[in-house]
Protein backbone atom coordinates (compact mmCIF):
# COMPACT_ATOMS: atom_id res chain seq x y z
CA UNK A 1 0.00 0.00 0.00
CA UNK A 2 2.67 2.41 0.67
CA UNK A 3 5.07 1.51 -1.89
CA UNK A 4 3.31 3.22 -4.84
CA UNK A 5 3.26 6.64 -2.58
CA UNK A 6 7.14 6.47 -1.83
CA UNK A 7 7.81 5.81 -5.22
CA UNK A 8 6.30 8.31 -6.94
CA UNK A 9 7.61 11.11 -4.00
CA UNK A 10 10.87 9.75 -4.10
CA UNK A 11 10.99 9.99 -8.52
CA UNK A 12 9.53 13.47 -7.65
CA UNK A 13 12.07 14.58 -5.79
CA UNK A 14 14.93 12.95 -7.57
CA UNK A 15 13.49 14.59 -10.74
CA UNK A 16 13.45 17.63 -9.53
CA UNK A 17 16.97 17.42 -8.00
CA UNK A 18 18.71 15.74 -11.14
CA UNK A 19 17.34 18.79 -13.39
CA UNK A 20 18.06 21.58 -11.34
CA UNK A 21 21.63 19.84 -11.48
CA UNK A 22 21.38 19.58 -14.82
CA UNK A 23 20.31 23.41 -15.68
CA UNK A 24 23.23 24.34 -13.55
CA UNK A 25 25.86 22.13 -14.91
CA UNK A 26 25.12 23.25 -18.17
CA UNK A 27 24.89 26.31 -17.27
CA UNK A 28 28.37 27.37 -15.71
CA UNK A 29 30.32 24.12 -18.43
CA UNK A 30 28.18 23.97 -21.55
CA UNK A 31 28.77 20.78 -23.55
CA UNK A 32 31.50 19.93 -21.29
CA UNK A 33 29.72 18.99 -18.58
CA UNK A 34 30.91 15.48 -17.88
CA UNK A 35 28.97 12.75 -17.85
CA UNK A 36 29.30 12.17 -14.10
CA UNK A 37 29.49 15.96 -12.37
CA UNK A 38 31.28 15.70 -9.63
CA UNK A 39 33.71 14.59 -12.01
CA UNK A 40 34.11 17.78 -13.31
CA UNK A 41 35.27 19.14 -10.19
CA UNK A 42 38.91 19.58 -9.06
CA UNK A 43 40.17 17.38 -6.28
CA UNK A 44 39.55 19.17 -3.19
CA UNK A 45 36.94 19.73 -0.23
CA UNK A 46 34.50 20.36 -2.29
CA UNK A 47 34.63 17.52 -4.65
CA UNK A 48 34.46 15.56 -1.18
CA UNK A 49 31.29 17.07 -0.15
CA UNK A 50 29.71 16.50 -3.36
CA UNK A 51 30.77 12.99 -3.31
CA UNK A 52 29.51 12.31 0.17
CA UNK A 53 26.42 13.65 -0.84
CA UNK A 54 25.79 11.68 -4.16
CA UNK A 55 26.52 8.49 -1.47
CA UNK A 56 23.91 9.92 0.99
CA UNK A 57 21.26 10.28 -1.77
CA UNK A 58 21.94 6.55 -2.70
CA UNK A 59 21.36 5.35 0.60
CA UNK A 60 18.38 7.90 0.74
CA UNK A 61 16.84 6.54 -2.21
CA UNK A 62 17.24 3.01 -1.28
CA UNK A 63 15.91 3.47 2.26
CA UNK A 64 12.96 5.47 0.68
CA UNK A 65 11.95 2.79 -2.15
CA UNK A 66 13.32 -0.24 -0.50
CA UNK A 67 11.97 -0.03 2.80
CA UNK A 68 8.20 -0.38 1.39
CA UNK A 69 9.01 -2.81 -1.12
CA UNK A 70 10.11 -5.52 0.97
CA UNK A 71 7.01 -4.82 3.14
CA UNK A 72 5.34 -5.68 0.27
CA UNK A 73 7.41 -8.62 -0.68
CA UNK A 74 6.92 -9.85 2.56
CA UNK A 75 3.38 -9.48 2.94
CA UNK A 76 2.65 -11.26 -0.30
CA UNK A 77 5.08 -14.14 -0.38
CA UNK A 78 5.73 -14.50 3.29
CA UNK A 79 3.55 -16.68 5.16
CA UNK A 80 1.74 -15.38 8.78
CA UNK A 81 1.44 -11.67 9.78
CA UNK A 82 4.79 -12.02 11.82
CA UNK A 83 8.14 -13.12 9.84
CA UNK A 84 11.36 -13.64 11.82
CA UNK A 85 14.14 -11.32 11.66
CA UNK A 86 16.10 -13.98 9.61
CA UNK A 87 13.83 -13.89 6.80
CA UNK A 88 13.26 -10.13 6.77
CA UNK A 89 17.40 -9.40 6.71
CA UNK A 90 17.48 -12.42 4.30
CA UNK A 91 14.65 -10.48 2.17
CA UNK A 92 16.33 -7.17 2.42
CA UNK A 93 19.73 -8.55 1.75
CA UNK A 94 18.81 -10.02 -1.61
CA UNK A 95 17.82 -7.13 -2.70
CA UNK A 96 20.75 -5.01 -1.91
CA UNK A 97 22.80 -7.32 -3.90
CA UNK A 98 20.58 -7.51 -6.60
CA UNK A 99 20.29 -3.77 -6.97
CA UNK A 100 23.96 -3.86 -6.66
CA UNK A 101 24.62 -6.40 -9.43
CA UNK A 102 22.04 -4.39 -11.81
CA UNK A 103 24.17 -1.18 -11.82
Given at each position: ????????????????????????????????????????????????????L????????????N?P?????????M?????????????????????????
Amino acid sequence: REWPKSVYFSHTLMASAYGITAVVGYYYKGNDVPAYLPSGLKDGPAKTVVNLLVAYHVLVAYIINNVPLAAMLKRRYMKGAQTSLTNHFALSFSMLVGAWMLT
